[in-house]
């Protein structure tokens, strides 16, 4: 079952305030319930990365594990941590950073400010088109010179045809500013006891197993040098075949 987050796409637009990660969780847990699981694995990436990881906290005794790609990690401040880290994770912090500096403006804008930028997506396709094709183009695999060698256009097309038509423009930006003023987010949360996987992709995956540890219980971590952000879309083999691996080897 491949849900449609609330708010997005088909599952828009919203037409309350409120829909944090947690609400998200609670609302796929009962989804799950209603069609007859009660015990199930979870995969997300991008916004599913923080989405799973909290139905596996919020409701672990019925979650048999979990599995992300595009896994977001912070450094825990301990100077020993820092020091033991590899060549290839300074580079992978390095561009977290630049990422911070140079290419977050776009979530920023939306997290503080989400009924500006839904203004004009919803008033241009042309701008609702370039805002996504944006993120295709820098968040691919690097090996490519445009996003359409990475992903078909016609997906593309499709992607942001969906976003235009169901008009969730306002219900997406909106998620942003619910995770920004979400007090949950920022507290000190227990380490997460549901099994843990994490498929790491190139060009802008970030995630360091040492930081990811601190937080989550990593049984299973793969590394790959191909397929970018979107692996279920660039390298679905890749990503497919983790996800196998990683579920085969949980009790159920």
Not at 163 to 184: G, I, Q
């Amino acid at each position: 079952m491949i849900p449609t987050l609330p708010g997005h796409g088909f599952s828009g637009p919203l037409t309350e305030t409120g829909w944090n990660d947690g609400k998200v969780a609670a609302a796929l847990a009962e989804l799950m319930t209603r069609l007859g699981y009660e015990r199930f694995g979870v995969h997300g990436g991008d916004h599913g990365a923080f989405v799973a990881p909290r139905v596996g906290r919020d409701f672990s005794e019925r979650v048999i594990g979990v599995h992300v790609n595009a896994l977001v990690t912070f450094p825990t401040g301990d100077p020993a941590d820092m020091a033991a880290l590899t060549e290839a994770e300074q580079q992978r912090l390095a561009a977290m950073k630049q990422f911070q500096d140079d290419g977050s403006a776009y979530m920023n804008l939306a997290g503080s400010r989400p009924n500006t930028i839904a203004q004009l997506l919803a008033d241009s396709p042309a701008g609702q088109l370039g805002w996504i094709v944006e993120k295709y183009k820098e968040w691919t695999d690097a090996g490519h010179e445009l996003p359409d060698d990475a992903i078909d256009r016609d997906k593309i097309l499709t992607t942001v045809a969906i976003y235009w038509l169901t008009d969730t423009a306002r219900s997406v930006a909106n998620y942003y500013y619910e995770r920004f003023h979400d007090y949950t987010m920022f507290a000190p949360n227990p380490r997460g006891t549901v099994p843990t996987g994490v498929g790491v992709f190139t060009t802008a995956d970030f995630a360091i197993r040492r930081f990811a540890e601190k937080a989550h219980n990593i049984v299973h971590w793969s590394e790959f040098y191909s397929g970018g952000h979107f692996p279920a879309l660039e390298a679905p083999d890749l990503l497919t075949g983790d996800i196998r691996e990683f579920f085969s080897g949980l009790t159920r």
